[in-house]
């Protein structure tokens, strides 16, 4: 049965019918979206809606400092993917044209260097592969423990770049 057809069954009642967490947030989630023109909220209306929903102010003010703080991970998460993806096919391109032209120039000079293209391009390769696996197919655990190494040196860097312009004063 669907959510519709248990909302309009006579012999279900709607305070019988029980919802996951995440599935009533979902549903909310949409319905504000509809019912608002901009897609947008004011405070006070949100404000209005936490207390239809028996939501405190407190509770709210809590959930909108943890979103704060989670909007920027989310940000910072998605910079760290779409940067290592730039780097890996940045190396693939450099493997594919260096590889091109190796192996050009190989077969024009009669071909007797293949083993040392097996020497320079088989670890180049497993390498290639390797992050390939990382990138495509991460490990949770491995890719938490990265992003949380990279997310480091780019508090760092921001802290460093701001503690420089401080020194050196406006320009």
Known sequence: MTTAELMTDPAIKNDECLYPAEDAQQILSLAISRQTD????????LLEIAEELGISAEVLAAAEQEWDVKKYEIADQKLFDRQRKQRFQHGLSQFVIFGGFVLVFNLLTGGSLTWLL??????????LSWDAWRIYRPNEYSYTQEFQRWRR??????????????????S
């Open 118 to 127: 097996y020497l320079l391009f088989g670890p180049w390769a497993l390498k």
């Open 38 to 45: 901009s897609g947008a909220l004011s405070r006070a209306q």
């Open 153 to 170: 040196k780019q508090q760092m860097r921001r802290a460093m770049g701001g503690f420089m312009r401080r020194l050196l004063g406006p």
